[in-house]
């Protein structure tokens, strides 16, 4: 199995409910990836008094990849895509892989591409025999 990717969503002013709902469309489009798996990313327990939404981080997904870096290039393209049609409103995806973080929101095309290469190229498989 391929290593675990985490993805915590947020939008500018979004309450629980509309977070959740952001991450369920992007679980949907994750899914018609090549990934090994995509699910909702486990959850602490919720404060006293607070209202909770069943044992997940509201805005959390883990991201099982496969064993290739298109794997990889594939959902940080993907997120890209989804960040892009947020209609002006300031969303923000961090991705967790392999004690790195990288945060994608508001930075231009260019500067988001750069970072998006840089990450990717960490995390490529070395050493494949088969040449991937």
């Known amino acids: 199995m391929g290593e675990e990717m985490r993805l915590h969503i947020a939008e500018d002013g979004a309450d629980p409910e509309r977070v959740a709902a952001l991450t369920g469309y992007l679980r949907d489009e994750l899914r018609q990836l090549d990934v ?8 602490s327990e919720p ?57 994608l929101s508001e ?10 290469e840089l990450f990717v190229r960490r995390h490529e498989p070395t050493g494949d025999s088969d040449g991937r």
């Open 36 to 43: 090994a798996e995509v699910r909702a990313l486990p959850g």
């Open 107 to 116: 930075a231009s095309a260019a500067d988001q591409q750069r970072l998006i």
């Open 47 to 103: 404060p006293p008094g607070s209202r909770a939404f069943d044992a997940v981080a509201v805005g959390g997904l883990l991201v099982t990849l496969g064993r290739s870096a298109e794997g990889l290039r594939s959902v940080v393209g993907a997120i890209r895509a989804w960040l892009s049609r947020g209609d002006g409103v300031r969303r923000t995806v961090r991705l967790e892989l392999g004690g790195d973080v990288l945060e």
